[in-house]
């Protein structure tokens, strides 16, 4: 079985985990990461969606109108919401996975608090378009989320610097791990003051029960991405029981977890000072499984009709093909994802093969019933994406994304036999 996703976690996380907790675990960990990012601070939260709440409340937002992109994290509109503002949702930019920033420009008004830039799936936001928009639009405030992205760069610039401040979630499918957690960075000693001062008087201290939970968590999970353990996987896959490690949402309800309120713990501090060591490697493995992709997803999977510029909104993927997604540079690649046009079939193929395929994100928030319940045609881009997203291993750099279509070709895998 090749999991979907693997956290790059070894014995040192596991050591780091187990150590004795010092007083100073968390101010560690945001000292090392805001070096990383080239930030003067970085601020530990719970969760990157409560980071982003409190940065929301730090510039005294409230019923203002934020914009955010509809294909995202749902968690993102969640923090909105929670911080007492709208989101005002933007459909992808053609041939992008990322927010239509003509779009997102058009619909700054009077209201508008802030424009939140998101890197998805590791492509950088276009940082030109952006800075016109900083340029015209100065009162907006412009927040990048980079939970998928961490460093990526537009033109050799890290899109993590280029706003009020950045944003970063820790959880275990994402880029770096501190089991949970989040951070937010930024160079402004004021902000940084000031979301210190609130997060100070609003969330509890972390308790000794949330190292526990949080060390329980990392024992339990981590096997499941492991080797050998397939027939676990199998069954926790086919009983749905994987999904909900990472699956965070509901519908029907705006809600933020139980404990979003208690400060990163230290086990999740120690932790994610020392995963984050591993970053220029986790990005180097995750470009070369970009790479082998791209060199051979066509040549040996069916054929590929051509590569994503051909996506129009609804348009059909011809049966027997499927889009590649875009090759950036600077791109960090956090998921690949490819569109099918019958992502089902893809899914069953991956289980019978012993591959997982992932799925994220399969859903256009416009379209949730707790965000007005859109049609999909009002965001036809995001749309398709939730539709017919697949996304192949990355975590395993080449040697894995080899072994992934080797497995899934086994019998010439191709998407003319899947459909018949
Ligand atoms: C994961 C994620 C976040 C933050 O998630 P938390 O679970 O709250 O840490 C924010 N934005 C995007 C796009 C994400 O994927």
Known sequence: ????????????????????????????????????MGHRHAIAF????????FLLQTRDLKNKEIICPAYTCVVVPHAIVHSGNTPVFIDCKKNSFNMDLDMAEQAITGKTGALIATSLFGYPVDLDRLDQIRQRHPQVHVIQDCAH???????GRPVQREGIAALFGFNISKILTSIFGGMITTDDERLCQKLRSVSGQVLKPASWRKDLRRLLYLVTVYPTFCQPIYSIINHLERSGRLNNFVQYYDELKIDMPKDYLESMCGVEARVGTENVKRYEDIISTRRSAAKYYFENLSRII?????????????????????????QVDGATYSHFVIQVSNRDQWLKKGIEKDVQLGWLIEYNIPEMISYGDHKPEEFPIAAQYSRTSVNLPVWGGERVAKRVLQDLCEDSFNEENLIS
């Open 46 to 53: 719970p969760y990157g969606r409560t980071g982003l709440m």
């Open 1 to 36: 079985m090749i999991p979907r996703l693997k956290p790059a976690l070894g014995y040192q996380e596991f050591l780091a985990a187990l150590q004795p907790p010092r007083q100073d675990d968390v101010a560690r960990f945001e000292s090392v990461f805001a070096e990383m």
């Open 302 to 326: 069916g054929h590929a009709n051509g590569s994503h510029h051909n996506v129009s909104p609804f348009s059909i993927i011809a049966p027997g093909s499927f889009l590649l997604p875009p």
């Open 149 to 155: 992205s961490f460093a990526a760069e537009w033109k």
